[in-house]
């Protein structure tokens, strides 16, 4: 009120005095090494401008304008944020008290203490340096909605998040509920939307799409009576009108067929693809997220065969210039580990599958921003995007294990992370600073 009063007696100056309070900070970094994962090159010594939360210019000679925050990663790797394409932040089942048996985690966890978790998940995959998390569901009653709302809203500091709301299925999702779980969707139902007939399907979007998601997740063929490609195509019409891309858990080489035949936008987990499955997917350009688990977590043991398979099938699709994606599933805890020190053990399987370093580093970036549909407006170092950034110690074009060494991460223009040390107090705010009309 006072500030009116004053403005009224000198109105010219006040408004110039306005526009410089709320002029957007700048910052320049000053970029030992800058990667650009779409060429595979690493530039040297340059400056990376950035007004408020968005790249404005980089280059060798940008100029620093006078005041700006200089901030020296010159003895560093600068590179773009990195992207889980397939994670469950609000969920982590643990050998204690559950043996790992995550169908026993909805019982025991409220969607309440699965919230708060995964705020702090998604603090330690922004760590690692992942500023992208595609949260595919099994969140408790939409507790990955309320993880996005609240680092919209500039409540907390965490990734982007392109969040599915509660997976869609068929009676039962992904589980083998009692008769007494599945009537009355007491126990584990908050955890799958039961969708049968093209009603259903229509109107189980529509719930997802109210309550916050910003992609639609739905289970193929986890039961015997899994969606034709038919219904498929329901659900991609349906999801379309929202904008929103469908992602399908895929565990059957005949659901695989369907979701390819119905021109699914990605494939959950890579267990039922195969060479032909491989081939039709790189023709229609289908995302792969094949969520692929290394054999070195402590606790969570995968049999040589099946890692063999694994890695067997991540080759054959590389071979067959499938489109390919960093993705984990990576939702339980090891021992001593981040959630997002548990996410880059999985780099070892594609490592181990002979993937370049470079197409390791594009499914990361880029691939990853595209699968999550953002690759418009966040993920390269440009100007005009949303300034996201990590930095590191040595090189991922020649070690991809360097990426495990990040020491500095900005997201949206804040800095996160600065010598290998968090200092989020720059993300917490009272209120919703960013809107909070966000949904
Ligand atoms: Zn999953």
């Known amino acids: 009120m006072i500030r009116r009063v004053v403005c009224g007696v000198a109105a010219l100056m006040c408004a110039a005095a306005v526009l410089e309070a709320q002029a957007p900070a700048v910052t320049a970094i000053r970029a030992g090494r800058l990667l650009d994962p779409e060429t595979g090159r690493v530039l040297t010594n340059q400056i990376i401008l950035i007004e408020g939360n968005k790249f404005k210019e980089i280059g060798p000679n940008v100029a620093i304008p006078a005041g700006a925050r200089v901030i020296d990663l010159s003895r560093l790797t600068v590179a773009p944020g990195l992207v889980d394409s397939h994670n469950h932040l609000a969920l982590t089942y643990k050998p204690e008290p559950e043996n790992n048996v995550y169908y026993y ?45 609240a680092i919209d809203q500039g409540w907390i500091p965490g990734p982007t998040i392109i969040n599915s709301g509660i997976i ?32 259903e ?23 015997p009576y899994g969606y034709t490609a038919d219904e498929i195509r329901l659900f991609i019409r349906e999801a379309a009108k929202a904008g929103m891309k469908v992602a399908g858990h895929v565990q059957t080489p005949a659901g695989a067929k369907n979701a390819i035949d119905a021109g699914i936008w990605s494939i959950e987990h890579a267990g039922a693809l195969n060479d032909d499955l491989h081939k039709q997917m790189a023709a229609k350009g289908i995302w792969r997220a094949g ?32 489109q390919l994606t ?12 981040t959630r997002g020190e548990v996410v880059m053990e999985f780099l070892k399987p594609w490592k181990d599958a002979g993937i370049p370093t470079p197409d390791i580093l594009r499914a990361m970036t880029i ?29 991922p074009l020649e070690d991809i294990d360097a990426l ?36």
């Open 201 to 223: 399907i229509v109107k189980a979007v529509r719930q997802n799409i109210l309550f916050g998601a910003k992609v639609i997740k739905i289970c193929v063929d986890c039961k």
């Open 105 to 149: 985690t909805y019982v025991q966890d409220s969607t309440a203490l699965r919230a708060i978790q995964a705020a702090s998940n998604g603090m330690q995959m922004l760590s690692a340096g992942f500023t992208v998390v595609r949260d595919l569901g099994n969140n408790g009653n939409y507790a990955d909605s309320a993880l996005r709302q």
């Open 367 to 395: 691939n990853g921003y595209k699968v999550a549909d953002i690759d418009k407006v966040r993920g390269p170092i440009k100007a005009g995007y949303f300034a996201d950034l990590i930095a590191m110690p040595g090189n």
């Open 326 to 337: 960093f993705s984990t599933d990576a939702d339980y805890y090891v021992a001593g580990k």
């Open 404 to 439: 495990k060494g990040v020491q500095f991460v900005m997201k949206d223009g804040e800095v996160f992370k600065r010598d290998g040390v968090m200092t989020p107090e720059k993300f917490f705010h009272g209120g919703p600073v960013n809107g909070w009309r966000i949904r």
């Open 291 to 322: 969520t692929e688990t290394p054999d070195t977590l402590a606790g969570h043991p995968v049999s040589p065969q099946a890692y063999q398979r694994t890695v067997a099938g991540l080759k054959n699709a590389y071979e067959n210039k499938v």
């Open 168 to 199: 869609i299925g068929g009676m039962g999702g992904q589980f083998f509920p009692t008769p007494e779980m599945a009537k009355e969707h007491r126990i584990v139902y908050p955890e799958y939307l039961d969708a049968d007939t093209p009603d």
